[in-house]
Structures are given as C-alpha cells and as structure tokens.
C-alpha cells in the first residue's frame, strides 16, 4: 500500500513570497489532514478535509493561507504572504473514513520543511 | 488547559534498559488513542494504535490506556539505539485528533 505523498520536501522562501505545498493521500481515504509542526512542538491541525468539503479550519490562518481538496483525492495548501513564523514542518495526514463518518488511524506523509527567511 | 499533555523530556536511557513514555489528556469523550514515532526530519510513523481502554502489546512495545484517569503509556522493553526518536502520542474522537508536544529519547550505546 502506498503512503501519503507530499511535496516538495524542502522549500526555501523570502518572507512576502507565496509558496504551495502537495498532498497525495492513501487511496480509498476519505479524510484528509494538513498539519503544522514547528521544532519542538507537537503537530497542529491547519484544517481537516472529509472528501472535499472543509470539516474544520478553525486554526488555519485564513488571511493569509488556503486550501483546496479537488475531487476529494489530492490537496494543495497555500501561503501568501509568508511570515518568518511560518517555517516549520507542513504534514499531511489521512484516514479512512468508518461507516459513521468517523476517521481511525492517521497515516503521515514525510512532511513538506518550509523556511522562510 | 490543553487537550494532551506531554513531558518534552529529553529523556536518556543506556541501551537495555525500559522506557516509560507517558500523555494525559481532558476529553473524558476521546477514545482514539494513538503513539508516533517520529524520527529526526522525518514524518510521524504510527507505533501503536489503541481504541477505548485496555493495553495492547507489539513486541517490544505495550501501549496502557487507563480512562478513568485520562493517562495513556508507552512501554519500550529492551530499548536500543534504533529506538532514538520523538515518540508522540495522539488522542481524539475520531473525528479531531490532538497531540502531544513529542518527548525526544536518546538509547546510548
């Protein structure tokens, strides 16, 4: 089974430049996730996908960052413009989604490292 | 107050020995609980994997989830070098999960 596929893996960006990541989920996934890890901390959810409506964006920074999940398969995530505080770690997750609309396990891709300088 | 909480650590063990990874968290309704490893610029990569209560073994890993006290536990017997990594527990509903800030551990050869 092939995993979550993300990329680019490394991105290097001045700060007011925009940038956009790529997220291919495991096959059959209905839900899908992108995250935020800066060092040292634990990943944070920017926004949550079940087939390609928004479930939940409460935390994506929305002036300046969007999302798109077309025909509920692959995803892109967007910064403009960038701030220095957006480096870190951009993850995208997915799960299969159970009978009651319900997602189980997270599977991870290798992460998209964005610096911004 | 948070939804997980997790000791950052570092934590460093000599190789052999047991290691004790643990998470707490608030939502008496989270069910979904979840350990990552997470080695270093990599993506997290799912341990173990425990839906409700109970423990679960898989080899030399054990994962315990105690409900009525919101406290989930890793357990690496035997620990050895490869193990190196931030291990990071995940806990949800199902339908969001949270996570915990990761705590790094260092097995010494």
């Known amino acids: 089974e092939a995993g979550v596929a993300q990329s680019p893996r490394y991105k290097i960006i001045e700060k007011r430049q925009s940038v956009a990541f790529w997220c291919n989920p495991i096959s059959g996934h209905a839900t899908l996730y992108w995250y935020q890890q800066i060092l040292g901390q634990g990943p944070k959810l920017l926004i949550q996908?079940?087939?390609?409506?928004?479930?939940?964006d409460s935390q994506l920074p929305k002036d300046r960052f969007s999302a798109e999940r077309l025909k509920g398969v692959d995803s892109t995530l967007k910064i403009q413009p960038a701030k220095l505080e957006d480096s870190a770690v951009y993850l995208c997750?997915?799960?299969?989604?159970?009978?009651?609309?319900?997602?189980?396990?997270?599977?991870f891709g290798s992460g998209t490292q964005l610096s911004v300088l | 107050q948070k939804e997980v909480e997790q000791d950052p650590g570092p934590l460093s063990v000599p190789e052999g020995a047991i290691v004790s990874l643990n998470c707490t968290y608030s939502n008496s309704a989270f069910q979904y609980f979840m350990w990552y490893r997470q080695y270093s610029r990599k993506g997290p990569e799912l341990l173990m994997y425990t839906y409700s209560s109970g423990n679960k073994e898989d080899g030399r890993f054990t994962a315990q989830v105690d409900k009525s006290s919101k406290y989930i536990s890793l357990f690496i017997r035997d620990s050895q070098p490869s193990d190196s990594a931030t291990y990071l527990c995940?806990?949800?509903?199902?339908?969001?999960?949270?996570f915990g800030t990761g705590t790094s551990l260092t097995v010494i050869p």
């Open positions: 996908f079940q087939n390609n409506g928004v479930v939940d």
């Open positions: 995940a806990i949800g509903d199902g339908n969001q999960f949270y």
């Open positions: 997750a997915s799960s299969f989604e159970l009978s009651q609309g319900i997602g189980e396990k997270l599977f």
